[in-house]
Protein backbone atom coordinates (compact mmCIF):
# COMPACT_ATOMS: atom_id res chain seq x y z
CA UNK A 1 0.00 0.00 0.00
CA UNK A 2 1.74 3.65 -1.02
CA UNK A 3 1.38 4.79 2.58
CA UNK A 4 3.33 1.28 4.18
CA UNK A 5 6.66 2.43 5.92
CA UNK A 6 9.67 1.26 4.31
CA UNK A 7 10.17 -1.27 6.76
CA UNK A 8 7.03 -3.00 5.94
CA UNK A 9 6.64 -5.91 3.22
CA UNK A 10 3.16 -5.29 1.09
CA UNK A 11 2.37 -8.93 2.13
CA UNK A 12 2.49 -7.78 5.97
CA UNK A 13 0.53 -4.51 5.14
CA UNK A 14 -2.34 -6.82 3.33
CA UNK A 15 -2.10 -9.15 6.28
CA UNK A 16 -2.61 -6.13 9.01
CA UNK A 17 -5.52 -4.63 6.83
CA UNK A 18 -7.73 -8.57 6.31
CA UNK A 19 -6.87 -8.84 9.97
CA UNK A 20 -8.74 -5.45 10.06
CA UNK A 21 -11.52 -6.52 8.61
CA UNK A 22 -11.99 -9.45 9.72
CA UNK A 23 -12.17 -8.35 13.32
CA UNK A 24 -14.47 -5.57 12.29
CA UNK A 25 -17.05 -8.25 10.93
CA UNK A 26 -16.82 -10.35 13.58
CA UNK A 27 -17.63 -7.97 16.12
CA UNK A 28 -20.31 -6.46 14.22
CA UNK A 29 -21.93 -10.13 13.56
CA UNK A 30 -21.38 -11.08 17.11
CA UNK A 31 -22.86 -7.89 18.59
CA UNK A 32 -26.31 -8.04 16.50
CA UNK A 33 -26.50 -11.73 17.78
CA UNK A 34 -29.74 -10.64 20.10
CA UNK A 35 -31.56 -9.05 17.53
CA UNK A 36 -34.72 -10.55 16.26
CA UNK A 37 -34.24 -12.66 13.40
CA UNK A 38 -35.56 -10.67 10.61
CA UNK A 39 -34.34 -7.59 12.10
CA UNK A 40 -30.85 -9.35 11.80
CA UNK A 41 -31.01 -10.47 8.75
CA UNK A 42 -32.64 -6.78 6.90
CA UNK A 43 -28.72 -5.59 8.29
CA UNK A 44 -26.61 -4.06 5.43
CA UNK A 45 -23.52 -6.53 6.30
CA UNK A 46 -25.70 -9.64 7.29
CA UNK A 47 -27.91 -9.31 3.99
CA UNK A 48 -25.18 -9.11 2.02
CA UNK A 49 -23.98 -12.79 2.72
CA UNK A 50 -20.93 -12.20 0.03
CA UNK A 51 -19.34 -8.85 -0.59
CA UNK A 52 -15.95 -7.31 -1.33
CA UNK A 53 -14.03 -4.53 0.57
CA UNK A 54 -12.07 -2.72 -1.16
CA UNK A 55 -8.96 -1.29 0.52
CA UNK A 56 -7.93 1.73 -1.50
CA UNK A 57 -4.40 4.16 -0.34
CA UNK A 58 -4.77 7.48 -1.57
CA UNK A 59 -3.85 9.97 1.40
CA UNK A 60 -5.90 7.88 3.32
CA UNK A 61 -6.58 4.21 3.84
CA UNK A 62 -9.99 3.24 2.65
CA UNK A 63 -12.12 0.30 3.03
CA UNK A 64 -15.06 0.07 1.09
CA UNK A 65 -17.35 -2.77 1.14
CA UNK A 66 -19.99 -3.64 -1.74
CA UNK A 67 -22.50 -6.05 -3.27
CA UNK A 68 -21.14 -4.72 -7.01
CA UNK A 69 -19.44 -7.42 -9.21
CA UNK A 70 -15.95 -7.39 -9.31
CA UNK A 71 -14.01 -8.66 -12.35
CA UNK A 72 -11.24 -11.16 -12.53
CA UNK A 73 -8.03 -10.11 -11.12
CA UNK A 74 -5.91 -8.08 -13.73
CA UNK A 75 -2.50 -7.66 -13.60
CA UNK A 76 -0.58 -6.95 -9.96
CA UNK A 77 -4.39 -7.00 -7.75
CA UNK A 78 -4.06 -8.92 -5.01
CA UNK A 79 -7.44 -10.66 -3.02
CA UNK A 80 -7.89 -12.60 -0.06
CA UNK A 81 -11.11 -14.51 1.17
CA UNK A 82 -13.23 -14.63 4.76
CA UNK A 83 -15.59 -16.29 6.35
CA UNK A 84 -17.55 -15.68 9.37
CA UNK A 85 -21.07 -16.72 10.90
CA UNK A 86 -22.45 -16.93 6.94
CA UNK A 87 -21.17 -14.13 5.59
CA UNK A 88 -18.14 -14.07 2.77
CA UNK A 89 -16.15 -11.26 2.22
CA UNK A 90 -13.01 -11.36 -0.32
CA UNK A 91 -10.32 -8.08 0.51
CA UNK A 92 -8.96 -6.27 -2.95
CA UNK A 93 -6.40 -4.12 -2.89
CA UNK A 94 -5.60 -1.30 -4.68
CA UNK A 95 -2.88 1.69 -4.36
CA UNK A 96 -1.64 4.10 -7.76
CA UNK A 97 0.43 1.20 -8.44
CA UNK A 98 -2.21 -0.95 -9.17
CA UNK A 99 -4.50 1.90 -10.26
CA UNK A 100 -3.09 4.87 -11.29
CA UNK A 101 -5.96 7.09 -11.33
CA UNK A 102 -5.99 6.70 -7.32
CA UNK A 103 -2.80 8.92 -7.02
CA UNK A 104 -4.02 11.64 -9.06
CA UNK A 105 -6.82 12.66 -6.66
CA UNK A 106 -6.48 15.71 -4.90
CA UNK A 107 -9.68 15.01 -3.41
CA UNK A 108 -9.10 12.35 -0.67
CA UNK A 109 -13.34 12.40 -0.22
CA UNK A 110 -15.53 8.83 -0.24
CA UNK A 111 -17.45 9.88 -3.13
CA UNK A 112 -14.02 10.87 -5.11
CA UNK A 113 -12.81 7.40 -4.12
CA UNK A 114 -15.77 5.91 -5.07
CA UNK A 115 -15.81 7.09 -8.25
CA UNK A 116 -12.57 6.09 -9.22
CA UNK A 117 -12.99 2.55 -8.39
CA UNK A 118 -16.82 2.63 -10.31
CA UNK A 119 -18.38 1.16 -6.96
CA UNK A 120 -22.31 2.10 -7.12
CA UNK A 121 -23.80 0.29 -3.95
CA UNK A 122 -21.81 0.61 -0.70
CA UNK A 123 -22.36 -1.81 2.93
CA UNK A 124 -20.08 0.57 4.52
CA UNK A 125 -16.70 3.03 3.60
CA UNK A 126 -14.64 4.05 6.09
CA UNK A 127 -11.32 5.82 6.42
CA UNK A 128 -9.06 4.61 8.38
CA UNK A 129 -5.77 5.65 9.91
CA UNK A 130 -2.42 3.34 8.89
CA UNK A 131 -0.70 2.16 11.86
CA UNK A 132 -2.50 2.24 15.45
CA UNK A 133 -5.70 2.69 13.52
CA UNK A 134 -5.59 -0.53 12.16
CA UNK A 135 -5.30 -2.33 14.97
CA UNK A 136 -8.05 -5.08 16.66
CA UNK A 137 -9.21 -2.42 19.47
CA UNK A 138 -10.16 0.41 16.79
CA UNK A 139 -11.61 -2.59 14.57
CA UNK A 140 -14.21 -3.54 17.21
CA UNK A 141 -14.57 -0.43 18.43
CA UNK A 142 -15.76 0.39 14.85
CA UNK A 143 -17.69 -3.23 14.24
CA UNK A 144 -19.79 -2.02 17.32
CA UNK A 145 -20.28 1.44 16.11
CA UNK A 146 -21.28 0.37 12.22
CA UNK A 147 -23.70 -2.04 13.52
CA UNK A 148 -25.69 0.08 16.06
CA UNK A 149 -25.61 3.17 12.96
CA UNK A 150 -26.78 0.16 10.55
CA UNK A 151 -29.38 -0.55 12.89
CA UNK A 152 -30.57 2.48 13.87
CA UNK A 153 -31.40 3.69 10.45
CA UNK A 154 -33.39 0.78 9.60
CA UNK A 155 -35.03 1.02 12.69
CA UNK A 156 -36.02 5.22 11.63
CA UNK A 157 -36.76 3.74 8.00
CA UNK A 158 -39.58 1.86 9.08
CA UNK A 159 -40.83 4.12 11.42
CA UNK A 160 -41.25 6.83 8.36
CA UNK A 161 -42.51 4.25 6.26
CA UNK A 162 -45.10 3.56 8.58
CA UNK A 163 -46.48 7.48 8.68
CA UNK A 164 -45.72 7.71 4.75
CA UNK A 165 -47.14 4.79 3.66
CA UNK A 166 -47.87 6.07 -0.04
CA UNK A 167 -43.97 6.83 -0.63
CA UNK A 168 -42.47 3.59 0.25
CA UNK A 169 -40.34 3.58 -2.50
CA UNK A 170 -39.13 7.42 -2.07
CA UNK A 171 -38.14 6.80 1.53
CA UNK A 172 -36.16 3.68 0.47
CA UNK A 173 -34.19 5.43 -1.87
CA UNK A 174 -33.60 7.85 1.25
CA UNK A 175 -32.40 4.97 3.02
CA UNK A 176 -29.79 3.95 -0.16
CA UNK A 177 -28.66 7.56 -0.01
CA UNK A 178 -27.51 7.01 3.68
CA UNK A 179 -25.91 4.34 3.02
CA UNK A 180 -23.85 5.47 -0.04
CA UNK A 181 -22.99 9.19 1.70
CA UNK A 182 -25.12 11.09 -1.32
CA UNK A 183 -25.90 14.09 0.89
CA UNK A 184 -27.40 16.22 -1.79
CA UNK A 185 -29.76 13.55 -2.73
CA UNK A 186 -30.95 12.70 0.52
CA UNK A 187 -31.84 16.65 1.04
CA UNK A 188 -33.71 16.32 -1.97
CA UNK A 189 -35.65 13.50 -1.27
CA UNK A 190 -35.86 14.79 2.62
CA UNK A 191 -37.56 18.20 1.08
CA UNK A 192 -39.88 16.40 -1.11
CA UNK A 193 -40.69 14.07 1.83
CA UNK A 194 -42.10 16.57 4.21
CA UNK A 195 -43.37 19.11 1.74
CA UNK A 196 -40.69 20.99 1.79
CA UNK A 197 -41.16 21.59 5.62
CA UNK A 198 -37.43 20.51 5.86
CA UNK A 199 -35.44 21.86 3.82
CA UNK A 200 -31.64 20.61 4.27
CA UNK A 201 -28.64 22.91 4.23
CA UNK A 202 -26.73 22.18 1.41
CA UNK A 203 -23.85 19.65 2.03
CA UNK A 204 -26.14 18.46 5.75
CA UNK A 205 -25.21 14.75 5.72
CA UNK A 206 -27.61 12.02 4.47
CA UNK A 207 -27.70 11.01 8.31
CA UNK A 208 -29.16 14.59 9.44
CA UNK A 209 -31.61 14.62 6.62
CA UNK A 210 -32.97 11.34 7.58
CA UNK A 211 -33.06 12.37 10.97
CA UNK A 212 -35.26 15.87 10.04
CA UNK A 213 -37.27 13.52 7.77
CA UNK A 214 -38.23 11.45 11.18
CA UNK A 215 -38.77 14.34 13.63
CA UNK A 216 -41.00 15.97 11.06
CA UNK A 217 -43.34 12.70 10.48
CA UNK A 218 -43.28 12.00 14.34
CA UNK A 219 -44.24 15.25 15.50
Request: net charge negative.
Amino acid sequence: MSETPASARPEAMRDLVRDYVSALHATYLDHVRHLPPAERGALPLVAARQLTVIAAATQHLHLLATTDSMPALHGQEVELTDTYEGVTWTVRFYDPSVLPDLGLLADDSPEAVRRVLGVSDTVYHLAVAVGGGLGAHHAQHSGVALANQHAKTIRDLDRIRRALPRQAQMVDELGSCVRNGLDLAAGLLAAELTARRIVPIPGAPAAESLQSVLDDVTR
